[in-house]
């Protein structure tokens, strides 16, 4: 392991002029980013992280890409909706299936918690992994954000992208640690962010293992849920994946505080940070910390964004830390 | 990740006249692994594999280390015993553990699997994971196997210890997928087998995330199973926790079919072998396959015997493949 890790340093260290963070304005998060790789990857520091331990965790949704109006993986399942109903027409005439099927945006902003639950089961299980896989691929390519009107891949944060990258290039493992769907998430994340879908932490569902007509093994995608990776279930579902403490982690939302508060428990340097949606005109703005606007989507509290300044975590606004939000801007 | 692996390759190429295997006899499971990785390896070869997609699935009991006369987590579990139930004085008098604490080998042997159930709650749930961690590392240092009288974690295959370093020479990223204990594989397997704790699949069950009187979290294990990490929770659990088809899958008894055949489901080179342990001189014997004794601990069946000729899996005899079980030899 020492020889690719060694290799991966020194490539960092013969660069000490270049820019890591070139989408980044300097100001405190910047510098608590820089401050954190040097702290745990200088060998003459106190706070030296061995190699195999750097494992840096980030939240996707509001973290990595944009969430609003609302979570992409919740667009995925609603516009599969007629796909689904095609293939089992006495649905389209009940609910909530009516409702996706009829269009009418205001009665489906009006969905329950337990109609989305029912969607969310029709869309994402009952098929093979491999027939999920396609379908949400599939998805993926043709889908467009209401407001940009490109792929949902596209719009993804370019500053996290290089922080990503900056993480990698110092022996950083990158995680995601994700309340939306493990299956989904890991379509997608090798391309769009680098992390191989070993490397991505989901609520998960079970599955369960059978043989086709043909006597060739598959799995069937269960609705039951193993994983509720949201709140405690981060730190949870980081123990069972990864089996280690980050060191590094990366929220924008009260789901993420339990995942900060455990990688901030540990010993020495740790690198806590929140995304903060306070750039209407660029992307959204959202809260309620800082007196933004409410939202049931990627909430931000007050009381989360107090912990954050008692605890020393670092709160990144969107408006004033970054320099551009998307990589085709 | 590209610079990384070429390293790594390179390293493997330039010792051509080196023997990866020294502890192997020639015969055909030594050719079958020496073939398997210049087929997927070799840019040439028609079933080249890219290195992100070489995974490479190992079973552990039986398969990297001794698992008779009994799994070495239940050995773990009946010592912890003692200690258990000094803090918890009332159970005691209570069965299963007062059988266990009577040290009678022949009543101990007789314990239902209920209650066995009973022991591995009371000695693997209930504790911080700090504290676990704790516990089984100090075990794991002053055990010692009844018949060798070593650490149970010197009662690895070396020949095994071999394939394991020659795969990853070769790009594999290595997994153990056991039926055992997340936690407790976890605590030795870097140091062991030189596969880091976010690389071992096992039976896992769930944690609770709280806070400390010191208002500092921390998880404790929960008596409830998440993953039972046997059969076809085998393929179901790498594809939780790795979400690719391995290339190359090893077990040794009928707990490892499904995950074989998973293995061998996918298109190209597929390396599917099976340990059959034949060999009482140097450490045990058992089957039913090829009339060797039957065997409650790691059975390995006809049924599976017939499964892997017909489909072309190689199985391993100790005896005769193996130069030499153990680096202590
Ligand atoms: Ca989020
Ligand atoms: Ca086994």
Partial sequence: MSGPLLTVKASAQTTPSGNPLPSWNDGAPKQAILDFVRATTDTASPNHVPPEDRIAVFDQDGTLWVE????????YCLERVPA????KPALKDVEPFKTVLSGDREAIAKLSMRDLEEILAAT????????????????????????WKRPYTELVYQPMLEVLRFLRDNGYK???????????????????????????IGSAGGTKYGYGNDGKPFLTKEPKLILNDNDAGKPEGIHLMVGRRPYAAFGNSTGDREMLEWTGAGAGARLKMLVLHD??????????????????????????YDEAKKDGWSVISMKNDWKRIFAFQ
Same sequence: chains 1, 2.
């Fill in 174 to 200: 990158t995680y995601i640690v994700t309340g939306g769907g493990q299956d989904f998430v890991r379509v997608y994340a090798e391309q769009v962010y680098g992390i191989p879908p070993e490397q991505v």
């Fill in 124 to 147: 994402l299980t009952g098929m093979s992994v491999d027939e999920f896989d396609a379908e949400a691929k599939q998805w993926l390519e043709t889908a467009r954000h209401p407001r």
């Fill in 84 to 87: 689904v109903t095609a293939g």
């Fill in 68 to 75: 609003h109006p609302m979570y992409t993986q919740v667009m």
């Fill in 279 to 304: 750039d209407d005109a660029r992307e959204y703005a959202y809260g309620p910390a800082q007196g933004l606007p409410d939202s049931k989507v990627g909430t931000f509290t007050s009381a989360l």
